[in-house]
């Protein structure tokens, strides 16, 4: 792989502090079914449980590991203080939950950044489960739902879309930017290629930190974090997006979640409308790229 660049680095021949941030490509990408915040019901993930995930006021993505524990990217964490809303639901003007960031850490030398909320989420917002598969699984296998910025205007909190793509290979100890650790990768295909996927998606600037997830038993679970973009060196040359590989680093989260963890906020007794979502038999779709599987 070559090419490698973090996410929404920060232009320095100037001196200023200039971001970069951009939407992530979805290849026929359709508000309806790719911006969550659409609320549609031909949502690419219409069914599952998004409660846990959220853009923070400065535009960095948070996404619970427990009631007041998350995961992001070191090299794109929210400071100490920021506001983060999440929203219980799909719908923009639903109910929602708004506190702030307490504290963050790196997780040794990797782009992972474990980090606790002032306050823990109510009882009816979601953490997510690690995809509990260390490396080596049959990657060819592994469809991922892939989170970054809209293509849509959206307000900050609600700039959130989703595409699909699969994990077509794993590189223990990735290095960039001083920071090293295992990484999951997605090519980028386009119509007409024999590997594409319907909605395939390629991250962009503005995207590191924001979760990557599988659909395991009806579930989304935690398979990475956003870190860097990179192309192939193959012919032809193709796009990658990479991600820290979470499920090798079980024991560090749970030691940390351990460590940090505590009760949810009980349901308000008044509150706006709720809004029930029904889980669905939604599947994101998986693909195979070897002969054999």
């Not at 659909?215 to 935690?222: C, H, I, K, R, V």
């Not at 870190?227 to 499920?247: E, I, M, N, Q, R």
């Amino acid at each position: 792989m070559k090419s490698i660049l973090p996410f929404c680095g920060l232009l320095s021949a100037s001196g200023l502090a200039t971001s970069l941030c951009a939407a992530i490509q979805i290849t026929g990408f359709d508000t309806l079914v790719n911006d969550r915040f659409a609320n549609d019901a031909s949502f690419i993930a219409n069914g599952f449980d998004l409660s846990g995930v959220a853009i923070a006021d400065d535009g960095r993505w948070v996404t619970m590991l427990s009631s007041n524990v998350f995961v992001t990217a070191n090299h794109f964490a929210s400071p100490v203080n920021t506001s983060v809303t999440f929203y219980n639901s799909n719908d923009p003007l639903g109910g929602s939950f708004t506190t702030t960031i307490q504290s963050s850490q790196q997780l040794g030398g990797t782009d992972i950044q474990l980090g606790v909320l002032s306050t823990a989420l109510p009882t009816d917002y979601t953490a997510y489960d690690l995809f509990n598969y260390p490396i080596p699984p049959n990657t060819n296998a592994v469809g991922l739902a892939m989170f970054g910025r809209s293509q849509t205007v959206f307000p900050t909190s609600q700039d959130m879309a989703i595409g699909q793509n699969v994990m077509d290979s794993f590189t223990a100890n990735q290095t960039l930017n001083g920071n090293t650790g295992d990484a999951g990768s997605a090519t980028f295909n386009s119509p007409g290629d024999p590997f594409y996927l319907a909605y395939e998606a390629q991250l962009s600037t503005g995207d590191s930190g924001a979760p990557v997830m599988v659909n395991f038993n009806g579930e989304l679970t935690m398979i990475g974090v956003n870190w860097y973009t990179g192309t192939t060196a193959g012919d032809p040359v193709k796009d990658v997006s990479g991600f820290s590989y979470l499920p090798n680093y079980i024991s560090e989260i749970d030691t940390f979640i351990q460590a940090n963890d505590v009760a949810p906020v009980p349901e308000p007794t008044t509150s706006a409308l709720l809004i029930s979502l029904v889980i669905a038999s939604v599947t994101l779709t998986r693909r195979c790229r070897s002969a054999d599987c």
